[in-house]
Nanobody, 130 residues
Framework: QVQLVESGGGSAQAGGSLRLSCATSAYRYTNYCMGWFRQAPGKEREGVAAIYNIYLAGTSTSYADSVKGRFTISQDNAKNTLYLQMNSLKPEDTAMYYC????????????????????WGQGTQVTVSS
């Protein structure tokens, strides 16, 4: 069973940066996808960024339009950690952020959809003030 533990949330001013980390055992698998989701109070959970690794074919990434050019998803396989670098933060980025994973094949067209993932972290809060 893959486990996920997020960290790195906190408070930032608008225009500032934060980096979220997700410690994971998913990298034991040759094929997997991982994503970052967020949920603001009173809103549905939405996909923010995702990464899909296929054995010998490399990785691909996907971003929500609202974060393109500001957020970057990356991974350090040696440290078994997934990252989300968040720059140029806006108050509307305030939410609980969750790391999610699925081992095996993933639907490229659904990388930012909750249905793709079967393991979730506990979440880490990000608050951006204006």
């Amino acid at each position: 069973q893959v486990q996920l533990v997020e960290s790195g949330g906190g408070s930032a001013q608008a225009g500032g940066s934060l980096r979220l980390s997700c410690a994971t055992s998913a990298y034991r698998y040759t094929n997997y996808c991982m994503g970052w989701f967020r949920q603001a109070p009173g809103k549905e959970r939405e996909g923010v960024a995702a990464i899909y690794n296929i054995y010998l074919a490399g990785t691909s990434t996907s971003y929500a339009d609202s974060v393109k050019g500001r957020f970057t998803i990356s991974q350090d396989n040696a440290k078994n950690t997934l990252y989300l670098q968040m720059n140029s933060l806006k108050p509307e980025d305030t939410a609980m952020y969750y790391c999610a994973a699925r081992t095996g094949t993933c639907n490229r067209n659904l990388l930012l959809h909750q249905v793709t993932y079967d393991v979730w972290g506990q979440g880490t809060q990000v608050t951006v003030s204006s």
